[in-house]
């Protein structure tokens, strides 16, 4: 599924005001009030930003035990979104799979919690 967005050019400057951290969910809940199937996630990005919230779109391809301990990245500082009668703080990543599945982002390797992704 291709993307179809603009390939404008940024500087590093704009690229650094986005700040990707390494967190690790913590717990996992249904969402049934979501449009789309989606998990509800609390992720723990370490001591400096804490536990934080969102909703994710990944139940075609992770079930709720596979994702209660796994690392993630995510944009940390977007402003919350209200999502149905959740809020989220935080936007998890991913890319789409050849049928569209969300497959998340992760560090191949154990990384600090908070990390930051340079």
Known sequence: MPETGSHETISYDDFLKVDIRT???????PFPEA????WKLWIDFGPEIGVKKTSAQITELYKRDELI???????????PRQIGP?????LTLGVADAQGRVVLLVPDHEAPLGARMH
């Open 23 to 29: 967190g690790r969910v913590l717990d996992v809940q």
């Open 35 to 38: 449009r789309k199937p989606a």
């Open 69 to 79: 301990g796994r690392q993630v990245m995510a944009v940390v500082n977007f402003p």
């Open 86 to 90: 959740f809020m989220s703080e935080v």
